[in-house]
């Protein structure tokens, strides 16, 4: 049972140029979300999707899109990244019941030149 | 949303107890008091969560206040494993989205 997979671990880009980030969950979890944890700071939520085919703002979703083809994975884009956009990204998933708990992965650390 | 205050940092010896605590005097009445932590270099992980009454599980004990406007994670032995940042929550249904505040570095001393 692998939990919350990101891929890659590690990522260098250009300033401009485009990425996705992946995220699979196999605990057949409805909810599905993204953060970013700059240095220093708390994750702040980046998308979130309540079900398959549905997405949703966060508190920081500028510069980012994601999509939910599959109930399973949830993809973070970043179509023309920036230097703010250097940061440790995490994507967690859950049942989305009242209580909530989440599951995270182990984070992707994303340098912009 | 309702914050949650927590000091910056704290230090514990080792396989001693350590008492986080947690200050949420805007709590609202269906708020659920959450404590996730992070381990250096990880993401975090979901280590309590209670309502109303204290809990306990294999990891820790949560005792909240009558008034809920307070609540401390309770960590009976430490370890070098337990440092981290630990991070108090307040959490209701509505959008089901988790607020991260700073949090409290937990350091543990061998």
């Known amino acids: 049972n692998a939990g919350v997979t990101q891929t890659p671990k590690f990522r260098v880009l250009k300033t401009g140029q485009s990425m996705t980030l992946l995220c699979a969950q196999d605990?057949?979890?409805?909810?599905m979300y993204w953060y970013r944890q700059d240095p220093g700071m708390g994750l702040r939520l980046i998308h979130y999707?309540?079900?398959?085919?549905?997405?949703a703002k966060g508190e920081v979703p500028d510069g980012y899109n994601v999509s939910r083809l599959k109930k399973q994975n949830f993809l973070l884009g970043l179509e023309s990244a920036a230097p703010s956009q250097t940061s440790v990204y995490f994507c967690?998933?859950?049942?989305?019941?009242?209580?909530?708990?989440?599951?995270f992965g182990a984070g992707t650390r994303l340098s912009v030149l | 949303d309702a914050k949650t205050t927590q000091p910056n940092s704290m230090e514990s010896n080792e396989e001693e107890p350590v008492h986080l605590p947690c200050n949420h005097s805007?709590?609202?009445?269906?708020?659920?008091i959450h404590w996730y932590r992070q381990l250096p270099s990880q993401g975090p992980e979901y280590v309590i969560h209670?309502?109303?009454s204290n809990v306990n599980n294999r990891m820790a004990s949560l005792a909240i206040a009558e008034d809920r406007k307070s609540s401390t994670l309770i960590l009976h032995r430490a370890t070098l494993r337990d440092a981290a940042v630990y991070y108090c929550?307040?959490?209701?249904?509505?959008?089901?989205?988790?607020?991260f505040g700073g949090g409290t570095r937990l350091m543990v001393k061998p």
């Open positions: 967690a998933s859950s049942f989305g019941d009242l209580q909530n708990i989440q599951y």
């Open positions: 605990m057949n979890h409805e909810y």
């Open positions: 999707s309540v079900g398959e085919g549905t997405t």
């Open positions: 805007t709590i609202s009445g269906t708020d659920y």
């Open positions: 209670g309502l109303t």
């Open positions: 929550i307040l959490h209701n249904n509505a959008g089901n989205m988790l607020t």
